[in-house]
């Protein structure tokens, strides 16, 4: 990847780079990227569609159930494991899941400054679950061009790269034709 190019003949721009909140804004899910805590009482509350998400780790995998109760019983449940998190950790962490390349936002996000949990902006009044889509225009601000692999629905490769550094996209031949990207 290139960035390890960038690492190997610009060392003092890569370092100075990854320090920043947008050289930290984008990698795989792990401990290391995390600035979220993690606990048996952290979970958030969805009142508009009565859903509660539960955040935890299963050794070094990040995953999130979301799941509904009535009364003592849980009658529906789903459990994702979250393949990306945004955000340097300055602000917030938000999560991502790759399903056969397409990515989505998990609904669920940690505001490190208050320290809390709860849904990512949007979510509050429109909780689409695991269906918001992660569009170019998100993926080329956090993380750079990406390559696409469908025109018309955007996928991306399967193995996104954990640090792409901004000055790249300038390089990245780009041109967009009737509403869709072409690359």
Same mark, same amino acid.
């Given at each position: 990847m290139w960035h390890q190019c960038l690492q190997t003949c610009h060392q003092d721009v890569y370092e100075t780079f990854i320090k920043t909140g947008m050289g930290q804004s984008f990698n795989l899910a792990s401990h290391q990227k995390s600035a979220a805590r993690f606990g048996k009482?952290?979970?958030?509350?969805?009142?508009?569609?009565?859903?509660?998400?539960?955040?935890?780790?299963?050794? *070094?995998?990040?995953?999130?159930? %979301?799941?509904?109760?009535? !009364?003592?019983?849980?009658?529906?449940?789903?459990?994702?494991?979250v393949s990306y998190i945004i955000g340097s950790g300055q602000h917030t962490n938000s999560h991502m899941i790759n399903v056969n390349g397409y990515v989505y936002q998990a609904p669920f996000t940690f505001y490190t400054q208050r320290?809390?949990? *709860?849904?990512?902006?949007?979510? %509050?009044?429109?909780?689409? !679950?695991f269906k918001r889509p992660i569009g170019l225009e998100c993926m080329s601000c956090h993380n750079a061009y990406p390559s696409l692999l469908r025109v018309r629905k955007i996928s991306f490769p399967k193995y996104l790269p954990a640090l792409i550094v901004s000055d790249a996209m300038a390089q990245v031949p780009f041109m967009y034709g009737k509403n869709q990207p072409v690359i």
């Open positions: 009482n952290e979970v958030i509350y969805d009142t508009a569609n009565d859903l509660h998400y539960k955040p935890f780790w299963t050794g *070094d995998t990040l995953k999130i159930s %979301e799941y509904r109760l009535q !009364g003592k019983d849980t009658i529906h449940k789903r459990t994702e494991k320290g809390v949990w *709860d849904l990512p902006p949007g979510f %509050e009044h429109n909780n689409v !679950g």
